[in-house]
């Protein structure tokens, strides 16, 4: 008995190590770069709101990302998704509405996310494969359907309300955040949904023996994941008042990292929501302090690799303790 | 050891034979369980013991044959239709999920929702009521297990294997069905899932326990029905036989006199 308890204890530490992660380095990241950045702008309110609006989209692709892993699933297409739905936003909203537009760009992802979904189940292939091919495919579409060109985007409404305005005083791109980020850790955390979630990726045996539904749970998961980058897409257009094949291309990497840096794993059945949100932030204040010490794009990739990899490792570490 | 209203029969079966292509797997196999008696079934690997525990638990229909349920014949189509009428299988790999803790796998798929109706729509969880719910369902078990906020894999075997025993009971089971509850465990610990078998037969409860310890089924068991090659050869009291006795009819060197 003796043992036993101690055995918990240590175990109990060590997730609680494992979860407080985030924070020990979010803010020793902080404090690197305020004694570094003194002499700068770097320690100020407006440069965080500057760094959470710039990095709205990828905190929303962190939390859609979250729940493919949660169901052990990894999803490769959202880069891709990205600039497709942010091109048939754009595109539609030559010729229509905002609903319409959205709708359109909205249900492109949902549209990816079905897809990689019920080849994963139907074929038996892991997520990682079907998802890179459907990230090709998705691709190649944006590439062919804009013919490399920028479709701009003239209507002030679509993008004062996706990205690059206020509303009621409040960056839009602050309250997306925000809005979508409840909503997730809602989900995830009070719903039945989230921990049916959990349960398929954490012990698909027992989510299948108690009846749950394993196959709808995944689908219902790719989609969500596919979704949340088509908003990403969206609110790229909006701030850039306009969309190209182009956007979205170099995420999928900081959109990983920052996940898995948040402490969800890497291999299903735990997600932290919170996590990835603080994770992309992190990123973000990464590339902001690395911008304002003036290390060039190719220095901060390679930083963000070198997160990643870090990240992962502390996941694999776990994974073998675990 | 007490034991409650042993002359009602909970679970009857009556000639349940099944083929698979043109093997008889389950060749007219009859007994009953009655409420608060624990039955070892028996039998060597291939005799028929986990294809008559699918057919009760709904994963297999039987071609033929009839299961009864509180003397109501029942048609068990599917692992929902033995939970509904009141069949509980405690599965050999448990069927937990080790990250959660014991409240959420007693309830997994079968969350308590908030009483507010817009946010059970929702499916937002009572994790209070599940907590408290979860207290009573280790506490009627008597079960050592430190709190139900433990995750599943800072528990022990026995203690995994009490929570699961703790799942099945929790859902008003009538009839539990053990699939070898103690063959990863160790000494200490299978005495303390025995302890349970008998807390929750001495309740009322039927137990079907599958088991190759024959010390196990001797002591837990009331009486063991032993299958030989698909074929129910003996429907024997434990206090009328030996452990060599009970061997011999599951290796089919003995016969039981009749």
């Known amino acids: 008995m003796i043992t036993l308890t101690t055995n918990i204890n240590s175990v109990k530490k060590f997730a609680v190590k494992r979860e407080a992660f985030i924070y020990y380095i979010f803010l020793a990241v902080l404090v690197f770069f305020a004694i570094l950045l003194h002499d700068t702008a770097f320690l100020s309110l407006d440069n965080f709101m500057n760094i959470v609006r710039q990095t709205a989209p990828i905190t929303i692709m962190a939390v859609g990302l979250t729940f493919a892993l949660a169901v052990g699933h990894i999803d490769l297409s959202i880069g891709s998704v990205v600039a497709l739905s942010a091109l048939v936003g754009a595109m539609l909203l030559q010729t229509t509405g905002i609903p319409i537009a959205v709708a359109g760009a909205l249900l492109t992802g949902v549209a990816v996310g079905l897809i990689n979904g019920v080849l994963i189940e139907r074929l038996q292939v892991s997520s990682l494969l079907i998802t890179l091919g459907t990230m090709g495919v998705v691709t190649g579409i944006a590439r062919q359907i804009s013919g490399l060109e920028s479709v701009p985007i003239i209507n002030s409404d679509f993008t004062a309300f996706f990205g690059a305005g206020d509303i009621f005083g409040i960056p839009s791109l602050f309250i997306w955040t925000i809005g979508i980020a409840a909503i997730a850790y809602i989900a995830m955390k009070k719903l039945a949904f989230g921990r049916h979630l959990l349960a398929v990726g954490g012990s698909p045996k027992a989510a299948l023996a108690m009846g749950i539904k394993v196959t709808r749970i995944r689908l219902y998961a790719l989609v969500i994941s596919s979704a949340a980058a088509a908003l990403a897409g969206l609110l790229y257009a909006g701030r850039l008042h306009g969309a190209r094949y182009t956007l979205g291309e170099a995420d999928l990497l900081t959109v990983i990292a920052a996940v898995a840096i948040g402490g969800t794993s890497l291999f299903g059945g735990r997600a932290c929501i919170i996590g990835a949100i603080l994770g992309s932030w992190l990123m973000g204040m990464i590339n902001n302090g690395l911008i304002l010490s003036g290390f060039s794009t190719n220095e901060q990739m390679i930083a963000r690799g070198v997160i990643l990899i870090i990240a992962v490792a502390i996941g694999v570490k776990e994974l073998k303790n675990g | ?258």
């Open chain 2, 1 to 258: 050891m007490v034991r409650t209203a042993l002359d009602q029969t909970a679970i009857e079966l009556t000639n349940i034979q099944k083929s698979f292509g043109g093997v008889k797997a389950l060749k007219n196999v009859s007994f009953k369980i009655n409420k608060g008696e624990v039955v070892g079934l028996l039998g060597d690997n291939g005799a028929g013991k986990s294809t008559l525990v699918r057919c009760i638990s709904g994963i297999h229909q039987p071609d033929s044959g009839e299961i009864k349920v509180n003397n109501q014949a029942v048609n068990i189509a599917s692992p929902l239709d033995a939970r509904e009428v009141g069949i509980e299988t405690v599965f050999q790999d448990l069927a937990m999920v080790p990250e959660f803790d014991i409240s959420a796998n007693l309830f997994l798929n079968r969350e308590i929702k908030h009483k507010n109706p817009i946010l059970r729509a929702l499916g937002w969880l009572d994790t209070k009521a599940m907590d408290k719910r979860a207290k009573k369902a280790l506490n009627r078990l008597n079960s050592r297990i430190p709190s139900y906020k433990e995750a599943i894999h800072n528990l022990s075997g026995g203690q995994r294997q009490a929570v699961a025993i703790a799942r099945a009971v929790n859902w008003g089971a009538d009839i539990v069905i053990m699939d070898e509850p103690t063959a990863a465990l160790g000494v200490e610990q299978s005495a303390q899932v025995n302890e349970l078998i008998n807390v929750i037969s001495s309740q009322g409860v039927a137990v079907l326990l599958i088991s190759h310890n024959m010390q196990h089924v001797v002591e837990t068991c009331d009486r063991a029905v032993v299958l030989y090659q698909g074929q129910s050869v003996a429907d024997v009291s434990i206090s009328d036989v030996s452990k060599e006795d009970l061997v011999g009819l599951i290796t089919g060197a003995t016969t039981q006199a009749a």
